[in-house]
């Protein structure tokens, strides 16, 4: 009965480290959404002000000024198919003959497969259109392409905000069931999970936000595309958890998150 009492007691502390260390996670993820979260609208308005952006004319284009559009002509170095990225994907790079304005003097890349790659040569010219530090478009005899890159990650950051905030709610939930069976056991209560977890419900949990955040497609802009985002995310991935959750809900399941540790 002793060695029992004593197991029962080094349970109900070991459950209570283990809430420490969830709401503690919680704590770190609730920062870090906040720290994404800022960055939201200093990233809309950069995208905003490259959406507004005009052609440089005038004094713009002699002093090369950065808030407009501007167009550089310059004779192609080099232009070849080449491996990127880890997976080595194939691109085909071009560089420009300086000297060149920044950032028309970095070697950019067209789609292999596109009809500008198929004829920009070395020796020849080429207009590229830059904003700021962005290389925006390349133009060859009236056939264009638009260059990867642009302003466009205000939707990523509402997305990487959403996953966070939505982790810290789940470390929270976790740190609550700890806590919960650390109180049971000591007192000497059995442990009945109030929330079952199995894989099913774990996926639907865990892995249903981010997967809503990052693969949700926007056509929209700016403030719009973030607004569009927290709706599609709240429509798809909080009915799927709440469901997850509710489902078989007095249901047998492990006790902890990667176990069952979430139940509350």
Do not use: N
């Given at each position: 009965?002793?060695?029992?009492?004593?197991?029962?007691?080094?349970?109900?502390?070991?459950?209570?480290?283990?809430?420490?260390?969830?709401?503690?996670?919680?704590?770190?993820?609730?920062?870090?959404?906040?720290?994404?979260?800022?960055?939201?609208?200093?990233?809309?308005?950069?995208?905003?002000?490259?959406?507004?952006?005009?052609?440089?004319?005038?004094?713009?284009?002699?002093?090369?000024?950065?808030?407009?559009?501007?167009?550089?002509?310059?004779?192609?170095?080099?232009?070849r198919p080449a491996k990127s990225g880890p997976k080595k994907a194939t691109i085909f790079e071009v560089r420009?003959?300086?000297?060149?304005?920044?950032?028309?003097?970095?070697?950019?890349?067209?789609?292999?497969?596109?009809?500008?790659?198929?004829?920009?040569?070395?020796?020849?010219?080429?207009?590229?259109?830059?904003?700021?530090?962005?290389?925006?478009?390349?133009?060859?005899?009236?056939?264009?392409?638009?260059?990867?890159?642009?302003?466009?990650?205000?939707?990523?950051?509402?997305?990487?905000?959403?996953?966070?905030?939505?982790?810290?709610?789940?470390?929270?939930?976790?740190?609550?069931?700890?806590?919960?069976?650390?109180?049971?056991?000591?007192?000497?209560?059995?442990?009945?999970?109030?929330?079952?977890?199995?894989?099913?419900?774990?996926?639907?949990?865990?892995?249903?936000?981010?997967?809503?955040?990052?693969?949700?497609?926007?056509?929209?802009?700016?403030?719009?595309?973030?607004?569009?985002?927290?709706?599609?995310?709240?429509?798809?991935?909080?009915?799927?958890?709440?469901?997850?959750?509710?489902?078989?809900?007095?249901?047998?399941?492990?006790?902890?998150?990667?176990?069952?540790?979430?139940?509350?």
């Amino acid at each position: 009965m002793a060695l029992e009492t004593t197991g029962a007691r080094e349970r109900a502390r070991g459950e209570g480290w283990e809430a420490v260390g969830w709401a503690l996670l919680g704590v770190v993820l609730l920062a870090l959404s906040f720290a994404l979260g800022s960055q939201v609208p200093q990233q809309i308005a950069y995208e905003e002000s490259f959406l507004a952006a005009r052609p440089c004319a005038g004094e713009q284009v002699e002093r090369g000024t950065a808030a407009c559009l501007r167009t550089t002509r310059a004779t192609v170095l080099s232009a070849r198919p080449a491996k990127s990225g880890p997976k080595k994907a194939t691109i085909f790079e071009v560089r420009l003959r300086g000297p060149v304005p920044a950032p028309a003097d970095q070697p950019f890349h067209l789609d292999p497969d596109g009809e500008l790659s198929r004829r920009v040569e070395p020796g020849e010219e080429v207009e590229v259109v830059t904003w700021r530090d962005v290389q925006v478009s390349v133009r060859q005899d009236g056939v264009g392409e638009t260059l990867p890159g642009l302003p466009d990650e205000a939707t990523m950051y509402v997305g990487l905000t959403l996953v966070g905030v939505w982790l810290t709610g789940v470390a929270f939930i976790a740190a609550f069931g700890s806590a919960r069976r650390a109180r049971c056991r000591a007192a000497g209560r059995p442990v009945t999970p109030r929330v079952g977890f199995g894989m099913a419900k774990i996926l639907c949990v865990v892995v249903v936000p981010p997967a809503v955040s990052f693969f949700c497609l926007t056509v929209w802009d700016a403030w719009v595309a973030a607004g569009m985002t927290v709706a599609i995310w709240a429509l798809i991935a909080f009915p799927a958890t709440f469901a997850a959750l509710r489902w078989d809900r007095d249901g047998p399941g492990p006790a902890s998150l990667t176990a069952g540790s979430g139940t509350a």
